[in-house]
């Protein structure tokens, strides 16, 4: 199958772009365990050496991710806002098949794309010698693999998760900016994002139910096979969890000490 179909045929062929995303699933399997083995090799690597100053390389890369992710949010507002007006809350986690059609089926195509992309986030912390979390890796490559396979299955609730996910990003990547810029932000601003994050996850996991009982005690048609939403179901608890457990060890435990002397080593690290 030829990629460059997807993005140079127009309009946008959704059936052609979920067989072709099929074919990436065996593919992506070996590009997650290489990713595990690069990760953990070269934090290894970089055990005893200084970490790489990748400032403004780190800056070009927030801002393509803050970009990217605010542009597709808006997209997908536009989408989601005219479904629910026209056909009901309901449809537009259901049965949204304008969601994958012309300029927002390319976006949507996109997204699925940007987890490929965003596995790049993680060479940024570990040449820099940042500590790396359990969360922030196991996320990273079970969110590629889900979102890939939701994408060729045709899940439609993964409508609202690209719209949340989207719209934390643009934040949490401006945010990202204008930290490697060397602006001061409010202490906060870190904790409110994880916050959404949360919440996203609490979102998410409500959809499913939602989706569970209408498969279940309604004819309704639904766009998510027992699967994926089980897979799915899986993958939030697991992000809620994993979330959760950063929050409480950041921002509660002992006081929020930890945030506290985060917060104080960034500082130092600037000052040198």
């Known amino acids: 199958m030829e990629a460059h179909r997807i993005f140079f045929e127009r309009p946008f062929d959704y059936k052609y772009a979920r067989e072709y995303s099929g074919t990436l699933m065996t593919p992506t399997l070996w590009i997650t365990a290489a990713y595990v083995i690069l990760v953990f090799g070269t934090k290894a690597y970089m055990k005893d050496r200084k970490p790489f100053d990748l400032r403004r390389p780190l800056q070009l890369w927030n801002l ?4 990217y992710s605010g542009a597709a ?3 997908a507002t536009k989408e989601i806002l005219s479904t629910w007006f026209n056909k009901g809350l309901t449809a537009t986690y259901t049965d949204i098949n304008s969601f994958y059609e012309g300029t927002c089926g390319a976006w949507a195509y996109l997204f699925m794309i940007s987890k490929y992309y965003e596995l790049g986030d993680t060479a940024f912390l570990v040449l820099r010698k940042r500590p790396l979390l359990l969360m922030h890796w196991l996320h990273h490559l079970t969110t590629l693999n ?5 994408y060729h299955y045709d899940t439609h609730l993964y409508s609202w998760l690209l719209w949340m996910n989207t719209f934390i990003h643009t934040l949490m ?6 930290a490697s810029c060397g602006y001061r932000l409010p202490a906060g601003f870190a904790k409110k994002i994880t916050t959404m994050q949360i919440i996203q996850f609490c979102i ?3 959809i499913l139910a939602h989706i569970g009982v209408l ?9 998510c096979n027992w699967r994926m939403w089980w897979g799915t179901v899986f993958m939030e608890i697991l992000y809620l ?6 929050y409480y060890v950041s921002y509660i435990k002992d ?7 985060d917060q104080n080593e960034k500082k130092q690290v600037k000052a040198q």
Not at 173 to 178: D, F, G, I, Q
Not at 215 to 223: A, N, S
């Open 241 to 246: 969890t994993l979330f959760s457990h950063f």
């Open 215 to 223: 498969k279940l005690f309604t004819d309704r048609e639904v766009h």
């Open 255 to 261: 006081g929020g000490k930890k945030f506290v002397r």
């Open 146 to 150: 889900l979102v890939l396979a939701g």
């Open 173 to 178: 990547y401006s945010y990202y900016l204008l």
């Open 73 to 75: 949010f808006l997209i």
């Open 64 to 67: 393509g991710l803050a970009l």
């Open 204 to 206: 998410g996991l409500s």
